[in-house]
């Protein structure tokens, strides 16, 4: 079993930037690869990020492509978001999400946190 805690959401104006932060603890964590994955009101829940669990090759959906960042730390077994030029639209629920084996840019994850709230005002 492997706990995901995210952490770092908060109010932002748009153009700021904010980092998240997905602390893991269970199960070893260097072998799973990490998502990011985001829920706005009324919308379903979209890929963000993704991170293979040597932190090479990471993935992107198009929308933050070139304003987010993902990155892992194994020795803290923690996976980060840098996001940067925040707009409006990026405001949602973000979760991280944990799977063993190959990176998947669809929500096939076994673990998942409970979320961390990103607001972006305009």
């Known amino acids: 079993q492997v706990q995901l805690v995210e952490s770092g959401g908060g109010l932002v104006q748009a153009g700021g930037s904010l980092r998240l932060s997905c602390a893991a603890s269970g199960r070893t964590f260097t072998r799973y690869a990490m998502g990011w994955f985001r829920q706005a009101p009324g919308k379903e829940r979209e890929f963000v990020a993704a991170i293979s669990w040597t932190g090479g090759n990471p993935y992107y959906a198009d929308s933050v492509k070139g304003r987010f960042s993902i990155s892992r730390d194994n020795a803290k077994s923690t996976v980060y978001l840098q996001m940067n030029s925040l707009k409006p639209e990026d405001t949602a629920v973000y979760y991280c999400?944990?799977?063993?084996?190959?990176?998947?840019?669809?929500?096939?994850?076994?673990?998942w946190g409970q979320g961390t709230q990103v607001t972006v005002s305009s």
């Open positions: 999400a944990g799977r063993q084996g190959v990176v998947h840019t669809t929500d096939l994850y076994d673990y």
